[in-house]
């Protein structure tokens, strides 16, 4: 409740932050559960299309962004399996 009677912009701004999201925090605090994993699916996506652009022949675009999710998944894949040090 500090962070109210700072009359800062900053402040002020991070409150409303707060309030306008309470029930998601709350579901994070209360869960665990985060769009984490679903987030970085989305930018794993749109890097790899990045790196296909400029492609004129649509099936080797098509191509170059299957190779590359397999790459990845199989490079998750293999890190998830290894034993810790």
Request: proline letters at 1%; glycine letters at 6%; one cysteine or more.
């Amino acid at each position: 409740m500090r962070v109210l009677h700072c009359s800062l912009a900053q402040t002020t701004r991070l409150w409303r932050t707060i309030c306008r999201w309470w029930k998601e925090i709350e579901v994070l605090i209360v869960t665990g559960a985060t769009t984490g994993k679903g987030e970085a699916n989305h930018t794993s996506i749109k890097h790899i299309k990045w790196t296909a652009r400029g492609y004129r022949n649509s099936d080797n675009y098509k191509s170059v962004i299957l190779m590359r999710s397999a790459v990845r998944t199989a490079a998750g894949h293999s890190s998830r399996n290894q034993l810790p040090h």
